[in-house]
């Protein structure tokens, strides 16, 4: 967003402000203007190489110069954007509102929304621009891309409907059928999949990124031999990230070599490519190899932060290390991010008992976790978990029950219950949910000693 903006010679050339600016008439005004633009150019130069925390100090020191000099605050709201500072680029951008197209207000304010992850705030700023721009196809595309982003499932509806609205205002929209594809495939709608697919193909069948597309769509269905087909036409037409990130996906794991040259190739291509990074840090960690898949999801967060996915698996990769701190605050991002996602709720309940911390707020996230979520075996079971911690031996027996009625299968409820049991006294009832645990799971006793419950 800041070099294609940045390419336009600022705000002012891209017409994004509505009035123009007089020269400062006193000679101490003049000078400050004078040093303010020299700072504003070094800032160019600096943010063109990506250089954003210099750019950032140079614009700092312009608009110390010159409070009132636009371009400079204009470019550091792209400069701090790409910092991440979410909240600084808006309050830049509400200064320079008043002076601004409404409708460009709006759309820049929106995709900083999106680039800082606070999804609802960008879904309430685009539907004022529909308001606004009622019959605007590019509108309603970006509200639903908003509510797609966010990754909560009770948005996906509302977003599809945006879509189908964007597509009936505007059907050569293209983006639209990339990205409500992802989405129906992710439903596994084999005929709305395909019926989108064919309808993007039919205005553009020389797209490379329409065939890589669908070959990634036709890869969430299943159906393999059909995929690798359109991946051999986009490849075809030209290189493309996409297509090779789906080839490597659907790489079998035995194939490291081949699954690896994939993702090299398309991080060639794109080296800020989250998702690749995010790929290989899943095969690394099922191969075992953790501090590479580590080193990938910080690359995947670097590049973009908001990664629901890669936050959850640096979580997951803290949780195995024994960094339960860590994988705690990146479980709270999510749980802001999604406070109606019960699993969330559990995975903090589940990550602060194996860890033995905060046994009261692991319990009260459990709590949490069962309103959203009445009856789920996995929450009961790590509640029953968190008793257990506390030496609520009888409440712990009364959590694995009912999470056992649900799942008699879980082998972690058996031994808890069995460890339970035994200390409560009854030896012969304990051994018997420990024996069928282990008869389950071969090595859940190596597990809990992991965890330091020992029966």
């Known amino acids: 967003m800041y070099k294609s903006i940045i390419a336009c010679a600022a705000l002012l050339l891209c017409g994004g402000v509505t009035a123009a600016q ?125 509510r797609q982003s966010s ?25 639209v059928y990339a990205l409500r594809g992802e989405i129906l495939s992710a439903q596994r709608d084999d005929k709305a999949t395909e ?5 993007w193909l039919a205005r553009a069948p020389d797209d490379a990124n329409a065939h890589s ?24 037409l030209a290189p493309d990230g996409q297509a090779y990130l789906t080839r490597a996906r659907i790489t079998p794991e035995d194939q490291r070599d081949a699954f690896l040259a994939d993702i090299d190739r398309a991080l060639a291509l794109d080296g800020s490519d989250t998702f690749a990074y995010e790929l290989r840090a899943q095969r690394r960690y099922r191969w075992g190899q953790k501090d590479l898949a580590m080193a990938d999801i910080e690359a995947a967060l670097k590049a973009w932060p908001e990664s629901y996915g890669a936050r959850m698996m640096r979580s ?3 949780q195995d290390a024994g960094r339960y701190d860590l994988a705690v605050e990146d479980l709270d991002v999510l749980i802001a991010r999604e406070p109606d996602n019960g699993s969330l709720y559990n995975s903090r309940c589940w990550a602060r008992a194996l860890g033995n911390i905060d046994l009261d707020k692991a319990l009260a996230d459990c ?82 000693a992991g965890y330091g419950v020992t029966p």
């Open 367 to 448: 709590e949490a976790g069962l309103k959203l979520s009445p009856g789920s075996a996995a929450i009961l079971d790590s509640r029953a978990f968190v008793k257990l911690r506390q030496g609520n031996l009888a409440g712990a027996i009364i959590d694995y029950d009912a999470a056992l009625k649900v799942r008699p299968d879980l082998a972690g409820s058996l031994f808890g219950r069995g460890v339970a049991k035994r200390r409560q006294g009854a030896k012969a009832a304990g051994e018997l949910d420990l024996a069928a645990a282990r008869k389950l799971q071969p090595d859940i006793d190596k597990e809990y």
């Open 151 to 175: 990754e909560v499932d009770s948005d996906i509806p509302a977003a599809l409907a945006d879509y189908a609205k964007a597509l009936e205002l505007d059907p050569s929209l293209l983006k």
């Open 213 to 236: 597309a669908y070959a990634s769509a036709l890869a969430r269905l299943g159906k393999i031999d059909k995929a690798r087909t359109e991946i051999d036409r986009a490849l075809a």
């Open 22 to 146: 007089a020269a400062p008439a006193p000679s101490v005004q003049v000078q400050a203007r004078r040093t303010a633009e020299a700072l504003y150019d070094q800032a160019r130069r600096q943010g063109g190489a990506d250089d954003f925390a210099s750019a950032r100090t140079s614009l700092d020191d312009a608009l110390k110069q010159d409070p009132t000099f636009d371009k400079a605050r204009f470019m550091r709201v792209l400069v701090l954007s790409n910092l991440n500072e979410t909240d600084a680029a808006l309050a830049d951008l509400a200064i320079l509102e008043p002076r601004m197209v409404r409708e460009r207000f709006l759309e820049l304010k929106g995709e900083m929304l999106l680039a800082g992850g606070r999804y609802r705030e960008g879904v309430a700023t685009y539907t004022d621009l529909i308001a606004l721009k009622p019959d605007s196809a590019d509108a309603y595309r970006r509200r639903a891309h908003m």
């Open 316 to 318: 997951r990769l803290n």
């Open 195 to 199: 019926e989108n697919y064919q309808a």
